[in-house]
C-alpha cells in the first residue's frame, strides 16, 4: 500500500471509531463501581457454603455472611446477588474477573492479600485452632506432636501459611492442601477417622462443634485474625470501600452487628455442653415417630417445624406421655390450667399438645413490645413460654435500669438470674423467677435448633466436585504441575 498523506488520513478517520470504542470501555472498566452498582440495582457478592458464610435452610437464603451482606444491599437500596463458589482460589478469581464486587466469605486479612485486595472493616477477629477427633487420635497438645499425623487444610488460606511458619522449626511436619474443600468436609473427614489433624477458626470451630462432640481443640497458634470483606483494590472500588466502612459504623452504633454475632456464634469456652449424643440418639429413635404432626401443626401456624421440634424436645424429649411431679404433662407438657385456657381437652394427644403449645408461643410472640426485633424476638417470646411474660418484663426493666438494652436477648439474659434475688425481684411487679433456668431454656432449645438445622442441611448437601491434584503423590504432582 503507497504511503502517502492521504492514505494516511483516510486510515485515521477509519480507526477513530475504533479507538474512541476501545477509550470508552477502558473508561468504563475504570469507572466508580458503587455508581455502577446503584445503577444496576445489584450487589453481586461472592461466598462459600458453610455455617459461617452461606447455606440454604429450607430453601431460604442463610448464614452470618448472607445475612451481613443482605443488610448492606438494604443499606444501599439494591437487590442482592449471592455468587457460591468452592474454596478460595474462586473467591478471590471472582473479584480479579470482575464478576464479584465483595468477597464475603470469611476472609482473614494477611499482609499477601493486601497486596492485590482491599479491606472493609474488621467484624470478627478470631483464632487458629488444631482441632482432632479424641475417639481416634490421642491429644495434640503442641506442634511437636504434630509430626506424623495426616493433616489436611484449606488450601490458599491463612492455615498454610500458619503451618510454614511451623514447618521452620518443626522441619518434619508435613500436610496436605485442598483447594476443593468446604469447612464441612474437612470436619467430615476428622469424624470418619480419614485425617488426624486440621485447622479451623475459632468461629467455625464455636458453630459447628455441637454437631461433632468428640472433636477436640488441641491448641491454638499463631496471631488471631481479624475477618473482612474484600474487594479488588482499584481507584474504582473507592466509593464502594468508603460505604462499606460507613455500613458497619451504622451497624456497630445500632447493635445489629453485635445481636447478628451473638446469633450465629457462640465464643465462651468454657460453656456446658448439652447432651448432644442423647438428643442425636433420641432424634433417630423418636422423632420420626412424631414429625409428621410437627410438621402439620407448624404449618398450620406459620412455624419453624424445626424450632417447634426443639421446644418439644427441650419440653418432653418428644414423650408424648411425659409428665413432671408438678403436673405438667404431654408433649409439650402443659399445665392443667394452660391446656384449659387453649382448648387442649387432652394434654396425652400429641396433636393436642403440639397445637397448644404452638398457640401458647404465638401468643408469647404477639404481646411482646413491637420495639423486640427478630431474631431475639423469638428468644423472648421462649422465655415468657418458659417462665410467663410478666416476669420477662421485669427482666427488661432490670437491664435498662442496669445500662442495658431491654430490646436485645443477650443483654436481658444476663439479667434474668437477678429475679431471684430480694434485692432485685422485691421492687417488680411479679416479682420472684427463676429466671436462670429461663435463660437455660432458651439456649438449650437454640442449640438443639441449630443441630437440626445442620443435620438437614448436610443430610442433602452435593459434595463439591474434586480437583484431582490435591489428592496425587508430591511427585507425581510435581509432573502434573509441569504439564
Given at each position: 500500500?503507497?504511503?502517502?498523506?492521504?492514505?494516511?488520513?483516510?486510515?485515521?478517520?477509519?480507526?477513530?471509531?475504533?479507538?474512541?470504542?476501545?477509550?470508552?470501555?477502558?473508561?468504563?472498566?475504570?469507572?466508580?463501581?458503587?455508581?455502577?452498582?446503584?445503577?444496576?440495582?445489584?450487589?453481586?457478592?461472592?461466598?462459600?457454603?458453610?455455617?459461617?458464610?452461606?447455606?440454604?435452610?429450607?430453601?431460604?437464603?442463610?448464614?452470618?455472611?448472607?445475612?451481613?451482606?443482605?443488610?448492606?444491599?438494604?443499606?444501599?437500596?439494591?437487590?442482592?446477588?449471592?455468587?457460591?463458589?468452592?474454596?478460595?482460589?474462586?473467591?478471590?478469581?471472582?473479584?480479579?474477573?470482575?464478576?464479584?464486587?465483595?468477597?464475603?466469605?470469611?476472609?482473614?486479612?494477611?499482609?499477601?492479600?493486601?497486596?492485590?485486595?482491599?479491606?472493609?472493616?474488621?467484624?470478627?477477629?478470631?483464632?487458629?485452632?488444631?482441632?482432632?477427633?479424641?475417639?481416634?487420635?490421642?491429644?495434640?497438645?503442641?506442634?511437636?506432636?504434630?509430626?506424623?499425623?495426616?493433616?489436611?487444610?484449606?488450601?490458599?488460606?491463612?492455615?498454610?501459611?500458619?503451618?510454614?511458619?511451623?514447618?521452620?522449626?518443626?522441619?518434619?511436619?508435613?500436610?496436605?492442601?485442598?483447594?476443593?474443600?468446604?469447612?464441612?468436609?474437612?470436619?467430615?473427614?476428622?469424624?470418619?477417622?480419614?485425617?488426624?489433624?486440621?485447622?479451623?477458626?475459632?468461629?467455625?470451630?464455636?458453630?459447628?462443634?455441637?454437631?461433632?462432640?468428640?472433636?477436640?481443640?488441641?491448641?491454638?497458634?499463631?496471631?488471631?485474625?481479624?475477618?473482612?470483606?474484600?474487594?479488588?483494590?482499584?481507584?474504582?472500588?473507592?466509593?464502594?470501600?468508603?460505604?462499606?466502612?460507613?455500613?458497619?459504623?451504622?451497624?456497630?452504633?445500632?447493635?445489629?452487628?453485635?445481636?447478628?454475632?451473638?446469633?450465629?456464634?457462640?465464643?465462651?469456652?468454657?460453656?456446658?455442653?448439652?447432651?448432644?449424643?442423647?438428643?442425636?440418639?433420641?432424634?433417630?429413635?423418636?422423632?420420626?415417630?412424631?414429625?409428621?404432626?410437627?410438621?402439620q401443626v407448624a404449618i398450620e401456624y406459620d412455624l419453624d417445624w424445626r424450632l417447634l421440634a426443639a421446644i418439644s424436645y427441650q419440653e418432653s424429649?418428644?414423650?408424648?406421655?411425659?409428665?413432671?411431679?408438678?403436673?405438667?404433662?404431654?408433649?409439650?407438657?402443659?399445665?392443667?390450667?394452660?391446656?384449659?385456657?387453649?382448648?387442649?381437652?387432652?394434654?396425652?394427644?400429641?396433636?393436642?399438645?403440639?397445637?397448644?403449645?404452638?398457640?401458647?408461643?404465638?401468643?408469647?410472640?404477639?404481646?411482646?413490645?413491637?420495639?423486640?426485633?427478630?431474631?431475639?424476638?423469638?428468644?423472648?417470646?421462649?422465655?415468657?413460654?418458659?417462665?410467663?411474660?410478666?416476669?420477662?418484663?421485669?427482666?427488661?426493666?432490670?437491664?435498662?435500669?442496669?445500662?442495658?438494652?431491654?430490646?436485645?436477648?443477650?443483654?436481658?439474659?444476663?439479667?434474668?438470674?437477678?429475679?431471684?434475688?430480694?434485692?432485685?425481684?422485691?421492687?417488680?411487679?411479679?416479682?420472684?423467677?427463676?429466671?436462670?433456668?429461663?435463660?437455660?431454656?432458651?439456649?438449650n432449645i437454640r442449640d438443639y435448633y441449630s443441630l437440626l438445622t445442620w443435620d438437614e442441611l448436610n443430610r442433602y448437601r452435593v459434595p463439591p466436585?474434586?480437583?484431582?491434584?490435591?489428592?496425587?503423590?508430591?511427585?507425581?504432582?510435581?509432573?502434573?504441575?509441569?504439564?
Amino acid at each position: 500500500m503507497p504511503d502517502c498523506p492521504k492514505t494516511r488520513r483516510f486510515l485515521l478517520r477509519a480507526l477513530l471509531p475504533v479507538l474512541f470504542i476501545g477509550l470508552f470501555a477502558h473508561c468504563s472498566e475504570n469507572s466508580d463501581s458503587l455508581q455502577k452498582i446503584r445503577e444496576d440495582g445489584v450487589l453481586r457478592v461472592v461466598t462459600r457454603n458453610g455455617a459461617t458464610t452461606y447455606y440454604e435452610s429450607q430453601g431460604a437464603p442463610a448464614g452470618f455472611e448472607y445475612q451481613l451482606a443482605h443488610a448492606f444491599a438494604e443499606h444501599l437500596g439494591v437487590k442482592l446477588q449471592i455468587i457460591p463458589v468452592v474454596g478460595l482460589d474462586e473467591v478471590f478469581d471472582s473479584l480479579a474477573n470482575g464478576s464479584a464486587d465483595i468477597a464475603a466469605a470469611g476472609l482473614s486479612i494477611t499482609p499477601e492479600r493486601q497486596d492485590s485486595l482491599v479491606f472493609g472493616p474488621s467484624y470478627l477477629s478470631v483464632k487458629q485452632f488444631f482441632i482432632y477427633n479424641r475417639d481416634v487420635n490421642d491429644p495434640i497438645k503442641g506442634a511437636e506432636d504434630l509430626i506424623g499425623k495426616q493433616i489436611r487444610v484449606l488450601g490458599n488460606t491463612a492455615h498454610v501459611n500458619l503451618l510454614n511458619e511451623l514447618k521452620q522449626t518443626h522441619p518434619d511436619l508435613t500436610w496436605a492442601e485442598s483447594r476443593d474443600f468446604e469447612t464441612i468436609d474437612l470436619l467430615e473427614q476428622l469424624a470418619d477417622g480419614q485425617i488426624d489433624v486440621t485447622i479451623i477458626n475459632s468461629n467455625e470451630f464455636y458453630a459447628n462443634r455441637a454437631f461433632y462432640p468428640s472433636f477436640r481443640i488441641g491448641f491454638s497458634a499463631g496471631k488471631p485474625r481479624k475477618l473482612a470483606w474484600a474487594m479488588q483494590a482499584t481507584p474504582a472500588n473507592a466509593g464502594l470501600t468508603k460505604a462499606v466502612a460507613e455500613f458497619f459504623k451504622v451497624m456497630i452504633d445500632n447493635g445489629k452487628l453485635p445481636r447478628l454475632v451473638e446469633r450465629n456464634f457462640t465464643f465462651n469456652e468454657r460453656r456446658t455442653f448439652i447432651n448432644t449424643h442423647a438428643f442425636l440418639q433420641l432424634k433417630e429413635e423418636r422423632l420420626p415417630e412424631v414429625k409428621g404432626m410437627i410438621e402439620q401443626v407448624a404449618i398450620e401456624y406459620d412455624l419453624d417445624w424445626r424450632l417447634l421440634a426443639a421446644i418439644s424436645y427441650q419440653e418432653s424429649h418428644w414423650n408424648p406421655d411425659a409428665r413432671s411431679p408438678t403436673g405438667v404433662r404431654g408433649m409439650m407438657m402443659l399445665t392443667r390450667a394452660t391446656a384449659e385456657e387453649l382448648g387442649v381437652d387432652d394434654r396425652r394427644d400429641p396433636m393436642q399438645s403440639l397445637r397448644g403449645g404452638a398457640r401458647y408461643y404465638k401468643k408469647m410472640l404477639s404481646r411482646l413490645p413491637s420495639s423486640i426485633e427478630s431474631p431475639d424476638r423469638s428468644w423472648f417470646a421462649l422465655a415468657a413460654y418458659n417462665i410467663g411474660l410478666g416476669h420477662v418484663e421485669d427482666a427488661r426493666v432490670i437491664t435498662e435500669q442496669l445500662g442495658g438494652n431491654p430490646n436485645l436477648w443477650n443483654d436481658v439474659r444476663e439479667n434474668l438470674p437477678l429475679l431471684r434475688q430480694r434485692k432485685w425481684f422485691k421492687p417488680t411487679r411479679y416479682g420472684y423467677a427463676r429466671g436462670d433456668e429461663a435463660a437455660r431454656y432458651v439456649r438449650n432449645i437454640r442449640d438443639y435448633y441449630s443441630l437440626l438445622t445442620w443435620d438437614e442441611l448436610n443430610r442433602y448437601r452435593v459434595p463439591p466436585p474434586r480437583i484431582a491434584a490435591d489428592y496425587l503423590p508430591a511427585e507425581l504432582n510435581r509432573g502434573f504441575d509441569a504439564m
